[in-house]
């Protein structure tokens, strides 16, 4: 196992890629599935308040940063430590907390959760490899 340098500029731009794919697979690809869903009308769903994009970036920025505490605890460098650390994250938290609205939600809707855990698995695993591929050695 090696002393594993992260670069914070990794951890900025998986968190920048998070955000904008986030924003592409919500705002643009399934932008009807999240508004039937949830129940919303396209103005409501529309709410182009800058606060909650911020708190985007905030947690996007925590999702990445917990990305590269797994690298790190692995002690090996690369994009496939990267993907291997995302995948871990994403059985140990994504799958977990994308699961309790489907339990508990009185819809139990299965395509919002489709949605939802596959922009998890696809958006944190390239987030995954951008911080390892990235990592000094």
């Not at 919002?112 to 390239?126: D, F, K, N």
């Amino acid at each position: 196992m090696q002393k594993l340098s992260i670069r914070p500029s990794s951890i900025i731009l998986a968190s920048i890629f998070l955000s904008t794919f986030g924003g592409i697979w919500y705002g643009l690809l399934f932008r009807d599935v999240q508004i039937s869903a949830h129940r919303y009308t396209a103005e409501e769903y529309a709410n182009d308040n800058p606060i909650w994009y911020i708190g985007g970036v905030l947690i996007s920025l925590l999702i990445a940063w917990g990305i590269s505490l797994i690298i790190r605890l692995k002690g090996e460098p690369g994009i496939r430590a990267g993907i291997s650390a995302s995948l871990k994250a994403v059985i140990g938290f994504g799958l977990p907390l994308v699961s309790y609205p489907l339990v508990f939600s009185p819809l139990h809707d299965l395509q919002l959760y489709a949605v939802g855990l596959s922009q998890i698995i696809i958006g944190w695993t390239v987030a995954g490899a951008i911080v390892g591929g990235m990592i000094k050695k």
